[in-house]
């Protein structure tokens, strides 16, 4: 499966953004889709993930409760909608589809895509 992350750009603190990962192949379902995020001179850190179906969600204690992702097995697509957004959510933000369970772990996630810049100022 091939991923292209869209969707980031500038946003003032307290804002929102929807990120979108366009997958493509047969199988998108099958897939569980992950958020990660790299800030500058940081490690990459994982935001979510959502299962094939839908059917379960996990979040970093960071996000919780501010981004929502989710995804339209149709069209392909999944989504990270984030809210409240603070200075310290900037980063470049990737998806990643791997195979179940949904974990954490990026080693875990065998596509990515190619990263969409997020720039939150204070």
């Known amino acids: 499966v091939q991923l292209q992350a869209s969707g980031g750009g500038l946003v003032q603190a307290g804002g929102s953004l929807r990120l979108s990962c366009a997958a493509s192949?047969?199988?998108?379902?099958?897939?569980?889709l992950g958020w990660f995020r790299q800030a500058p001179e940081k490690e990459r850190e994982f935001v979510g993930a959502?299962?094939?179906?839908?059917?379960?969600?996990d979040y970093a204690d960071s996000v919780k409760g501010r981004f929502t992702i989710s995804r339209e097995n149709a069209k392909k697509m999944a989504y990270l909608q984030m809210n409240s957004l603070k200075p310290e959510d900037t980063a470049v933000y990737y998806c990643?589809?791997?195979?179940?369970?949904?974990?954490?772990?990026?080693?875990?996630?065998?596509?990515w895509g190619q990263g969409t810049q997020v720039t939150v100022s204070s």
């Open positions: 959502i299962g094939g179906i839908a059917d379960r969600t």
């Open positions: 192949g047969r199988t998108f379902s099958r897939y569980v």
């Open positions: 990643a589809a791997g195979y179940l369970p949904i974990t954490r772990s990026s080693d875990e996630y065998n596509y």
